[in-house]
């Protein structure tokens, strides 16, 4: 049985979306629990909608709501036990979910997270990862939003991070991983980025194959499994692909709309342009992944609709059926061990100074 934490207030919709979302995932997926966090004069009428949903879940009131446009340190000061978000994330912490979901305010849920959970020993800051689709099929991206520049050894980290990440769910032995660069040559790039590569290199660690500098076009090539930058153009790079996306697809409907022979010709290829939205659909890549805390957090899309919400809760599913903080743990400590990064007992730890 997995069990998951529902930040059900999160989002645009609140549990109008939640609540739909968590029943494709019931039909779906028989051993999952959901513990579910809000309002109940907001959640209960939703829920009472949603027999499948009732039957595997267990509902807790919280009188605080997190919004959208909350700051961090706002959402940390007024309340932030009585929260849904707070509590759905403690939850983890206790034990009594193995991950948290929500499509709430990001800034808030990374702060909260950070300070309920803390950072991994030898994690200095935590890296939203993504799933990527590509020609190859799917990829891993971080980071892509929690921490706006990055020196190498956070670099590494991520590199780290994101190998787990991709061996767990994808279930390869030794992921293949890149730096995000400018240039695939060693003389071009930031210092960081080169240093991170030089030291890649040299440690050559057992739990990835590290493929050397990427650009930005081999993202959705595939060309690795695990794509490595800082949060910055990270989190541009995701909003950019997003976009063309959307572009693409207005661009094909108008097309396909334009004369009369087109639109006979769209009826034909009708079974083609479905295949073609369904490797668009962006709700499909729904749901960034906190890696580096002490506990699996999982960021829904603010404005994400039920079948968004839906991926982004199977996304939780899978990290927490994988094991995956056992899977981070494990190779933290055999790189540390042999490659001698840094005195990881002395690593810091993500406190109230972060926030």
Known sequence: MIRIAIDAMGGDHGPEVVIPGLDKVAER????????????????????????????????HCEIAVRMDDKPSQALRQGRYKSSMWRAIEAVKDGSADVCVSAGNTGALMAMSKFCLRTMVS??????????????????????????????????????????????IFGIERPSVGLLNVGVEEIK??????????????????????HGF?????????TVDVVV???????????????????????????????LMSKIGAIFARDAFRRLKEKMDVRRANG???????????????????EGFAAAVDLAYDMGRSKLIDAIRRDLETFHGSAGKRDVAGAKDAGSEDL
């Not at 790079?237 to 334009?258: C, D, N, P, V, W």
């Open 29 to 60: 997926r028989p051993d999952v629990r959901f513990l579910i966090f809000g309002r109940h004069e907001t959640v209960m009428p939703v829920l009472a909608r949603y027999p499948r949903v009732e039957q595997a879940s267990e509902f807790f």
């Open 189 to 210: 790039g930031q210092e960081e980025v080169k240093e991170a590569g030089r030291l890649l290199r040299e440690a050559n660690p057992k739990s990835m194959d590290y």
């Open 229 to 259: 930058t800082e949060g910055f153009a990270g989190n541009i790079a995701l909003k950019t692909a997003e976009g063309t996306a959307k572009q693409i697809g207005q661009y094909l409907r108008s097309a396909m709309t334009r004369t």
């Open 288 to 306: 960034g992944v906190f890696l580096g805390l002490n506990g699996i957090v999982v960021k829904s899309h603010g404005g994400a609709d039920d």
């Open 123 to 168: 994690i200095e800051r935590p890296a939203i990862a993504a799933i990527w689709p590509t020609v190859r099929g799917e990829s891993v991206v971080l980071d892509v939003g929690a921490t706006i520049g990055a020196d190498a050894d956070q670099l590494i980290d991520f590199a780290i991070l994101g190998s787990a990440m991709a061996r767990s």
């Open 214 to 222: 990427v650009e930005g076009d081999d993202i959705g090539k595939g």
